[in-house]
Protein backbone atom coordinates (compact mmCIF):
# COMPACT_ATOMS: atom_id res chain seq x y z
CA UNK A 1 0.00 0.00 0.00
CA UNK A 2 1.64 3.06 -0.77
CA UNK A 3 1.62 6.23 0.99
CA UNK A 4 -1.30 8.13 -0.52
CA UNK A 5 -3.66 5.33 -0.33
CA UNK A 6 -2.75 5.53 3.55
CA UNK A 7 -3.21 8.63 3.75
CA UNK A 8 -7.35 8.50 2.01
CA UNK A 9 -7.91 5.64 4.16
CA UNK A 10 -6.83 7.10 7.51
CA UNK A 11 -9.50 10.26 6.20
CA UNK A 12 -11.90 7.74 6.11
CA UNK A 13 -10.93 6.69 9.62
CA UNK A 14 -9.79 3.27 8.55
CA UNK A 15 -6.05 2.54 10.22
CA UNK A 16 -5.23 -0.71 8.45
CA UNK A 17 -6.27 -1.95 5.36
CA UNK A 18 -6.94 -5.67 4.83
CA UNK A 19 -7.62 -6.97 1.42
CA UNK A 20 -10.61 -8.63 0.84
CA UNK A 21 -9.11 -12.42 -0.17
CA UNK A 22 -6.63 -12.43 2.96
CA UNK A 23 -8.15 -14.92 5.66
CA UNK A 24 -7.73 -12.50 9.17
CA UNK A 25 -7.41 -14.59 12.53
CA UNK A 26 -8.65 -12.37 15.79
CA UNK A 27 -5.98 -13.12 18.36
CA UNK A 28 -7.10 -12.99 21.80
CA UNK A 29 -5.68 -11.76 24.66
CA UNK A 30 -6.09 -15.37 26.94
CA UNK A 31 -2.77 -15.67 28.45
CA UNK A 32 -1.94 -19.31 28.72
CA UNK A 33 -2.44 -21.17 32.26
CA UNK A 34 0.71 -22.36 33.29
CA UNK A 35 2.33 -18.98 32.69
CA UNK A 36 0.34 -17.76 35.13
CA UNK A 37 0.69 -17.27 39.03
CA UNK A 38 -2.81 -18.44 40.81
CA UNK A 39 -3.55 -16.27 43.29
CA UNK A 40 -5.07 -17.98 46.22
CA UNK A 41 -6.74 -16.44 48.86
CA UNK A 42 -5.65 -16.60 52.60
CA UNK A 43 -7.94 -18.87 54.75
CA UNK A 44 -9.28 -17.37 58.44
CA UNK A 45 -10.56 -19.29 60.60
CA UNK A 46 -12.01 -17.85 63.13
CA UNK A 47 -13.69 -19.32 66.46
CA UNK A 48 -16.93 -18.86 66.08
CA UNK A 49 -17.80 -21.80 68.64
CA UNK A 50 -17.30 -19.57 71.47
CA UNK A 51 -19.81 -16.79 70.46
CA UNK A 52 -22.39 -19.15 69.73
CA UNK A 53 -24.89 -19.57 72.26
CA UNK A 54 -27.85 -21.93 71.97
CA UNK A 55 -31.10 -20.62 71.43
CA UNK A 56 -34.41 -22.22 74.12
CA UNK A 57 -35.59 -24.55 71.55
CA UNK A 58 -31.77 -26.39 71.62
CA UNK A 59 -31.92 -26.33 75.03
CA UNK A 60 -35.18 -27.53 74.96
CA UNK A 61 -33.93 -30.61 72.81
CA UNK A 62 -31.00 -31.62 74.64
CA UNK A 63 -33.29 -31.50 77.49
CA UNK A 64 -35.49 -33.94 76.09
CA UNK A 65 -32.83 -36.39 75.37
CA UNK A 66 -31.36 -36.28 78.10
CA UNK A 67 -34.28 -36.98 79.97
CA UNK A 68 -35.21 -40.20 77.59
CA UNK A 69 -31.52 -41.30 78.10
CA UNK A 70 -31.90 -41.38 81.74
CA UNK A 71 -35.25 -43.08 81.69
CA UNK A 72 -34.26 -45.78 79.36
CA UNK A 73 -31.00 -46.17 82.07
CA UNK A 74 -33.76 -46.86 84.39
CA UNK A 75 -35.98 -48.96 82.72
CA UNK A 76 -33.16 -50.73 80.56
CA UNK A 77 -35.99 -53.87 79.67
CA UNK A 78 -39.38 -53.27 79.13
CA UNK A 79 -41.28 -55.80 81.61
CA UNK A 80 -41.79 -58.80 79.05
CA UNK A 81 -38.17 -58.60 77.71
CA UNK A 82 -37.37 -58.11 81.54
CA UNK A 83 -38.95 -61.67 82.45
CA UNK A 84 -37.65 -63.39 79.30
CA UNK A 85 -34.15 -62.19 80.48
CA UNK A 86 -34.34 -63.26 83.90
CA UNK A 87 -35.99 -66.71 82.54
CA UNK A 88 -32.86 -67.24 79.88
CA UNK A 89 -30.39 -66.18 83.06
CA UNK A 90 -32.55 -68.56 85.45
CA UNK A 91 -32.13 -71.74 82.92
CA UNK A 92 -28.91 -71.06 82.56
CA UNK A 93 -28.06 -70.90 86.23
CA UNK A 94 -29.92 -74.17 86.11
CA UNK A 95 -27.91 -75.82 83.47
CA UNK A 96 -24.76 -75.22 85.66
CA UNK A 97 -26.36 -77.17 88.33
CA UNK A 98 -27.52 -79.79 86.44
CA UNK A 99 -23.62 -80.11 85.47
CA UNK A 100 -22.13 -79.67 89.09
CA UNK A 101 -24.88 -80.33 91.26
CA UNK A 102 -24.31 -79.27 94.58
CA UNK A 103 -24.59 -82.07 96.85
CA UNK A 104 -23.96 -81.68 100.79
CA UNK A 105 -21.26 -84.35 101.96
CA UNK A 106 -21.68 -86.27 105.04
CA UNK A 107 -18.90 -86.05 107.81
CA UNK A 108 -16.02 -88.45 107.53
CA UNK A 109 -12.13 -88.40 108.54
CA UNK A 110 -9.15 -90.03 106.60
CA UNK A 111 -5.99 -91.12 109.25
CA UNK A 112 -2.36 -91.42 107.79
CA UNK A 113 0.64 -93.09 108.47
CA UNK A 114 3.84 -91.83 107.06
CA UNK A 115 6.91 -93.74 106.87
CA UNK A 116 10.04 -92.98 105.17
CA UNK A 117 9.29 -94.35 101.80
CA UNK A 118 5.19 -94.63 101.97
CA UNK A 119 2.24 -93.46 103.50
CA UNK A 120 -0.77 -95.64 104.46
CA UNK A 121 -4.21 -94.62 104.49
CA UNK A 122 -7.21 -95.84 106.03
CA UNK A 123 -10.92 -94.68 106.52
CA UNK A 124 -11.55 -93.75 109.94
CA UNK A 125 -14.75 -92.55 110.18
CA UNK A 126 -16.57 -95.43 111.84
CA UNK A 127 -13.89 -98.23 112.90
CA UNK A 128 -14.89 -100.50 115.17
CA UNK A 129 -13.34 -101.89 118.29
CA UNK A 130 -10.83 -104.66 116.82
CA UNK A 131 -10.27 -102.39 113.53
CA UNK A 132 -9.10 -99.47 115.84
CA UNK A 133 -6.65 -101.73 117.49
CA UNK A 134 -5.01 -103.43 114.47
CA UNK A 135 -4.84 -99.60 113.25
CA UNK A 136 -2.28 -99.13 116.15
CA UNK A 137 -0.62 -101.87 115.67
CA UNK A 138 0.51 -101.84 112.32
CA UNK A 139 1.90 -97.70 113.63
CA UNK A 140 3.72 -99.26 116.34
CA UNK A 141 5.86 -101.89 113.86
CA UNK A 142 7.51 -98.84 112.33
CA UNK A 143 8.19 -95.32 113.46
CA UNK A 144 6.13 -92.59 111.40
CA UNK A 145 4.35 -89.41 111.19
CA UNK A 146 0.47 -89.57 112.57
CA UNK A 147 -1.79 -87.33 110.60
CA UNK A 148 -5.37 -86.59 110.46
CA UNK A 149 -8.11 -85.31 107.61
CA UNK A 150 -11.41 -84.32 109.05
CA UNK A 151 -14.57 -83.26 106.81
CA UNK A 152 -16.16 -80.86 106.37
CA UNK A 153 -13.64 -78.09 105.74
CA UNK A 154 -13.60 -75.62 107.94
CA UNK A 155 -14.78 -72.71 105.63
CA UNK A 156 -18.54 -72.94 105.18
CA UNK A 157 -18.30 -72.08 100.92
CA UNK A 158 -16.17 -74.69 100.73
CA UNK A 159 -18.21 -77.50 102.25
CA UNK A 160 -20.24 -79.40 99.21
CA UNK A 161 -19.07 -82.19 97.16
CA UNK A 162 -17.52 -79.73 94.46
CA UNK A 163 -14.16 -78.79 97.40
CA UNK A 164 -14.18 -82.19 99.04
CA UNK A 165 -12.00 -83.78 96.13
CA UNK A 166 -9.30 -81.22 96.30
CA UNK A 167 -9.10 -81.10 100.12
CA UNK A 168 -8.38 -84.46 100.24
CA UNK A 169 -6.06 -84.69 97.14
CA UNK A 170 -4.00 -81.51 98.86
CA UNK A 171 -4.30 -83.70 102.00
CA UNK A 172 -2.43 -86.66 100.45
CA UNK A 173 -0.15 -84.22 98.37
CA UNK A 174 1.14 -82.49 101.25
CA UNK A 175 1.46 -86.03 103.67
CA UNK A 176 2.93 -88.05 100.75
CA UNK A 177 5.08 -86.29 98.85
CA UNK A 178 7.43 -88.49 96.65
CA UNK A 179 6.37 -91.56 98.54
CA UNK A 180 3.94 -94.34 97.35
CA UNK A 181 0.86 -94.52 98.40
CA UNK A 182 -0.91 -97.46 100.26
CA UNK A 183 -5.09 -97.28 100.65
CA UNK A 184 -6.22 -99.69 103.32
CA UNK A 185 -9.60 -100.20 101.81
CA UNK A 186 -11.32 -97.20 99.53
CA UNK A 187 -11.35 -93.92 100.93
CA UNK A 188 -13.83 -90.88 100.30
CA UNK A 189 -13.81 -89.28 97.29
CA UNK A 190 -10.14 -90.18 96.84
CA UNK A 191 -8.98 -89.99 92.92
CA UNK A 192 -5.19 -90.42 93.19
CA UNK A 193 -4.30 -92.41 90.00
CA UNK A 194 -1.06 -93.69 92.34
CA UNK A 195 -2.67 -95.08 95.07
CA UNK A 196 -2.41 -99.14 95.85
CA UNK A 197 -5.20 -100.03 97.29
CA UNK A 198 -4.53 -103.14 99.66
CA UNK A 199 -6.98 -104.90 102.24
CA UNK A 200 -9.16 -102.94 104.25
CA UNK A 201 -8.75 -103.38 108.53
CA UNK A 202 -11.96 -105.56 108.57
CA UNK A 203 -10.52 -107.85 105.50
CA UNK A 204 -7.50 -108.32 107.35
CA UNK A 205 -8.90 -109.39 110.67
CA UNK A 206 -11.18 -112.13 108.45
CA UNK A 207 -8.34 -112.81 106.82
CA UNK A 208 -5.05 -112.47 108.44
CA UNK A 209 -3.00 -113.50 105.90
CA UNK A 210 -3.78 -110.12 103.98
CA UNK A 211 -1.57 -108.67 106.18
CA UNK A 212 1.37 -109.75 104.14
CA UNK A 213 1.21 -107.64 101.50
CA UNK A 214 0.91 -104.59 103.88
CA UNK A 215 4.06 -105.96 105.67
CA UNK A 216 6.05 -106.48 102.43
CA UNK A 217 5.79 -102.23 101.66
CA UNK A 218 6.45 -100.99 105.06
CA UNK A 219 9.73 -103.47 105.28
CA UNK A 220 10.14 -103.08 101.67
CA UNK A 221 13.08 -100.74 101.75
CA UNK A 222 14.65 -101.86 105.14
CA UNK A 223 15.84 -105.07 103.71
Known amino acids: MI ?3 RKIL ?3 GIDVWIPRGTVSARLGNTPIWRDQTARVEPLHFHDHVKDVKPDSA ?3 LQKKITDIVEQVAVDK ?13 SKDANAVEAVNPIVEVEAFSVQ ?3 LAHCTILINATRLTEPQQQLWLNIQRSLSGQYSLLEWPFPLPNFQDNRGVGCYVQGFIDAIAYEKSVL ?3 DIPYLNHSKVIR ?3 LQEMLDKPLLKKRLWQFMYKKME
Open 183 to 185: SLG
Open 77 to 89: LPPQAEKEHLSAA
Open 10 to 12: ATL
Open 112 to 114: AYS
Open 58 to 60: TEN
Open 198 to 200: LAS
Open 3 to 5: GHE
